[in-house]
């Protein structure tokens, strides 16, 4: 067995896989296109002190899951645990705010986080992740949701689930805050021993907690839309009318709090079914103060992130078709050492030509190449020997209908792309 294995919760994308991949990604090129989005690409490797300030101190994420380390100049960097702050200071550093807003930026990356690993949670993942910065018309929640559906209808994906709530601004959710903590001071000894520490560090996350003993608790816990100041309230209303209006249809989930504390009125996250307890393929919000956090201008902003693994589960899990890459269409095998040289002048010339095309490497037995051509799934095979050199014509074996032509010599690549006419090649 080999010496090295890959890291606990990281996992290696093997070719079966890419067909999946691909088809996400063909779908993320239209989609965002479809909807105004340009790409951004900001560095794996931040100062620490990004995510302390942007994810904030007390969540999980800065608590317990970032890969942070020392380099060797003595600087505090970690690993990017989220896209969000990263792409905040991108756009401050670089000047974009000075674009026609919303400024409209995705962008596909790993992404890493100390989690406990299971069936679609990984130490690193990979995120397809949309922000769209200086609007705070509720119309912009729409669109950015909106975005998210589209994707998720594009891939082929049923039975999603959106989920959304608000999680207020600054000047109510203290309120609402108190009062949670206020209810939940006299429960602490039925709660878990996880809601113990976020009653004392992130109180709003009580209300996420998955423990069987903290469910009782957590349904009769205040409901954050009565606590609501007007102008949250306002913007919550009529972003469901929007939603009601479009015929989107969500879940109001008063529960649903997110684990950064970036966040801003709205937050959703879109569910589905099948791949386990990780069934969130998507979550996001609305952060306005993010940007002013991080030493910019008071700028309003929304995005989400989507976890491309857990799409490619729910993907198979549903039995979604999704296009592989056509088999190469051409085998050259070859028997002596002037055969060869003839057939790798002659693979290099389909190749030339567009075709999918292999040859057989080594020297080895008619029978052997044929098995092989016949395991890559190639079309024809072109057998090259002395006798075809000798009378210029070669045998075209065509495996699909087990027929064989003999051409010459300077027609085979014209016949067989004669042959293959109609058949997608790409
Ligand atoms: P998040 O909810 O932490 O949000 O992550 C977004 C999505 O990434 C999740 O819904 C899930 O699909 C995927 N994901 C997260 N952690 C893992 C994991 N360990 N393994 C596999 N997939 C995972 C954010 O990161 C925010 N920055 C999103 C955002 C953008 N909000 C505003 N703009």
């Known amino acids: 067995m080999a010496k090295f294995k890959a890291i606990r919760g990281t996992r290696d994308v093997l070719p079966e896989e890419w067909p999946y991949w691909d088809h996400i990604e063909r779908a993320i090129r239209k989609v965002t296109a479809l909807y105004g989005y340009r790409k951004i690409a900001t560095p794996i490797l931040e100062e620490t002190g990004l995510y302390v300030r942007g994810v904030g101190q007390g969540t999980d994420i800065v608590d317990k899951e970032m890969y942070t380390f020392e380099d060797r100049g003595g600087r505090s960097l970690s690993l990017r645990p989220e896209f969000t702050a990263g792409i905040m200071r991108a756009y401050l550093e670089n000047g974009l705010h000075v674009q026609p807003k ?52 594009e891939i082929g994906l049923t039975g999603t689930r959106l989920q959304i709530n608000s999680t207020g601004c600054p000047r109510c959710r203290p309120q609402y805050v108190s009062q949670l903590t206020e209810y939940y001071s006299t429960r602490l000894d039925v709660v878990c021993s996880d809601c113990r520490r976020r009653f004392e560090r992130n109180p709003l996350r009580l209300l996420d907690c998955k423990v069987p003993q903290c469910q009782p608790v957590i349904a009769e816990a205040p409901n954050i839309r009565a606590h609501l100041c007007s102008e949250c309230r306002q913007h919550f209303e009529t972003l469901l009318s929007y939603l009601d209006a479009a015929s989107v249809p969500y879940e109001v989930n008063p529960r649903l709090v997110r684990g950064l504390d970036y966040y801003t009125k709205t937050v959703f996250e879109v569910w589905v079914q099948g791949i386990g307890s990780q069934n969130a393929i998507c979550g996001g919000g609305r952060y306005d103060g993010l940007i002013e956090e991080l030493g910019g201008p008071p700028t309003p902003g929304i995005g989400f992130g989507s976890g491309i693994e857990r799409l490619v589960l729910t993907l198979q899990e549903q039995n979604v078709p999704v296009a592989s890459p056509s088999a190469p269409a051409v085998f050259l095998a070859h028997l002596g050492e002037e055969a060869k040289r003839v057939a790798l002048e002659m693979v290099q010339a389909f190749r030339a030509e567009g075709i999918p095309a292999l040859v057989s490497f080594g020297e080895r037995s008619l029978k052997a ?58």
């Open 102 to 153: 919303p400024v409209k930026l995705y962008s596909v990356g790993p992404i890493f986080r100390y989690e406990r690993p299971e069936a679609g949670r990984y130490r690193q993942h990979t995120q397809f992740n949309v922000e769209a910065i200086g609007e705070q018309d509720p119309a912009l929640d729409f669109e950015v949701i909106a975005l998210a559906l589209h994707l998720f209808r």
């Open 369 to 426: 190449q044929l098995r092989d051509a016949n395991r890559v799934g190639a079309r024809v095979v072109v057998v090259i020997g002395e006798e075809e050199l000798r009378d210029g014509r070669f045998q075209l074996k065509w495996l699909d209908r087990g027929e064989q032509t003999s051409v010459p010599r300077e027609q085979v690549i014209l016949s067989v792309k004669q042959e293959l006419r109609g058949v997608a090649l790409d």
